[in-house]
């Protein structure tokens, strides 16, 4: 759409006569701009300007051609078509006005890259910053935000947030290399995640008490944050407490078991489709059928539009339609081949799930047993995992204060 040729208005014509080429060529060298030249059998069609249409009074005099409107569009036209409906002329401004308003303050919030933290818990924390829907975009302060997310959330590593219109686009990164439940940046000691057989240990900082080839259960410590300090003598003459950093390989077993039913049911789509319109506001999903679903079996799929007076004014309101598509339930047998086929299909999912997060399989003693109506795989993985966990040190204040005194 041009925007510039509905503001002005213009107007299609048709021209006829025997000098409709002259009237072109006058129209040309007087810089009258016609647009969109079609030759017809009784002469010629085109559009022009508003403007150059009130020139043409002349050079159709001079040429003897004939003038016919067809067609009117444009912003001018409509304003004289309803010059006297007010109330709808007022309408449209007020309208206008209110949309221009309201694309300065905020109705949206859009959140990208979470995965560990839910786009809920992160808008709870924004709106505790006095960040919420229908205020002035102006008072936000972004790099705010992008500080508070990244001390209040130990998982993002990195947060971009920027207005957009009248959006908050909030985009985040979380580290999900390990398991921590402790604060790393503190004092804290490196603890088994799971039962195990220690396979090798690089210790950065802190104390090992463990070394390959040993056997640990959950909890254990591995490596203190306890670090003592000898002289030549070898006697003790301080200790300090730091964060514990260990590259540490752990070896252990976990059990597998998965099993699926030799019947199954199979859905038939009928084709038949049952459609209905709601709206959502925020998190509420309004539908407002006046006919309800009459089928007895069915599934429903949910397609939003957003509101979009503007590009860049995003509400927090969306069109909701809604499709009830028909089917039968029926019932069929899963042959043996078919049974084997699903749950190695299982395994190889969930091996390729646990090896993404860096865990090595040494050993696959699963099996899988096809019975009259299940099929079962079940077995053992022996696995080398880095699960450690961090946690809070043990301090013992009697034997520190003790330790203390020696020392002096």
Same mark, same amino acid.
């Given at each position: 759409m041009n925007l510039e040729k509905e503001l002005k208005g213009s107007v299609k014509i048709s021209v006829c006569g025997l000098n409709t080429e002259r009237f072109i060529n006058i129209c040309h060298n007087n810089n009258i701009l016609l647009n969109n030249v079609i030759t017809t059998d009784n002469g010629c069609c085109m559009e022009i300007s508003v403007r150059d249409f009130k020139k043409l009074k002349k050079p159709a005099r001079i040429? $003897?051609? *004939? #003038?016919?409107i067809i067609q009117k569009? &444009?912003?001018?036209?409509?304003?004289?078509?309803? *010059? *006297?409906?007010?109330?709808?002329?007022? &309408?449209?401004?007020?309208? /206008?006005l209110v949309n221009i308003i309201m694309s300065g303050y905020l109705w949206r919030? !859009? #959140?990208t890259g979470n995965m560990?933290?839910?786009?809920?818990?992160?808008?709870?924390?924004?709106?505790?910053?006095?960040i919420h829907y229908g205020m002035k975009t102006g008072r936000i302060a972004c790099e705010d935000i992008e500080a508070g997310l990244r001390q209040n959330f130990d998982r993002i590593t990195w947060v971009s947030a920027d207005v957009n219109g009248s959006r908050l686009r909030i985009n985040i990164k979380e580290d999900d290399t390990g398991k921590s439940?402790?604060? !790393?940046?503190?004092? @804290?000691?490196?603890?088994?995640?799971?039962? &195990?057989? =220690?396979?090798?240990?690089?210790?950065? @900082?802190?104390?090992?008490? /463990?070394?390959? $080839?040993?056997?640990?259960?959950? $909890?254990? /410590?591995?490596?203190? @944050?306890?670090?003592? @300090?000898?002289?030549?003598?070898?006697?003790?003459?301080g200790v300090r407490y730091v964060c514990a950093d260990a590259d540490i390989i752990t070896e252990t077993s976990i059990n597998y078991n998965d099993s699926v039913l030799r019947e199954y049911e199979l859905k038939e789509y009928t084709g038949? #489709?049952?459609? $209905?319109? &709601? =709206?959502?506001?925020?998190?509420?999903?309004?539908?407002y059928n006046v006919s309800k679903c009459k089928y007895d079996n069915y599934d429903v799929f949910t397609e939003y539009k957003e509101i979009t007076p503007y590009e860049n004014m995003n509400l927090p309101i969306s069109y909701a339609y809604f499709y009830y598509k028909e089917y039968n339930i029926t019932t069929s047998d899963h042959t043996d081949d078919e049974l084997e086929n699903i749950l190695n299909a299982n395994l190889m999912n969930y091996l390729e799930k646990i090896q993404e997060n860096g865990i090595q399989i040494i050993q696959n003693s699963v099996k899988i047993d096809i019975g009259s109506e299940t099929g079962q795989a079940s077995g053992t993985l022996l696995i080398r995992t880095p699960a450690t966990v961090h946690t809070a040190p043990v301090i013992n204040p009697a034997t520190e204060e003790s330790e203390g005194t020696s020392n002096e």
């Open positions: 040429c $003897g051609v *004939r #003038i016919k569009d &444009g912003l001018p036209f409509v304003i004289h078509k309803y *010059r *006297r409906r007010y109330f709808f002329i007022h &309408g449209i401004m007020i309208f /206008v919030i !859009q #959140i560990h933290y839910s786009s809920k818990e992160i808008i709870n924390y924004i709106n505790r910053m006095n439940d402790y604060a !790393q940046t503190a004092e @804290s000691d490196i603890c088994a995640a799971e039962d &195990g057989r =220690i396979v090798s240990i690089i210790t950065r @900082s802190g104390t090992p008490i /463990v070394k390959a $080839g040993d056997e640990v259960k959950k $909890g254990d /410590v591995l490596v203190m @944050s306890k670090v003592e @300090s000898f002289n030549e003598s070898g006697e003790s003459f038949r #489709i049952h459609t $209905g319109t &709601g =709206i959502k506001i925020g998190d509420r999903l309004i539908n």
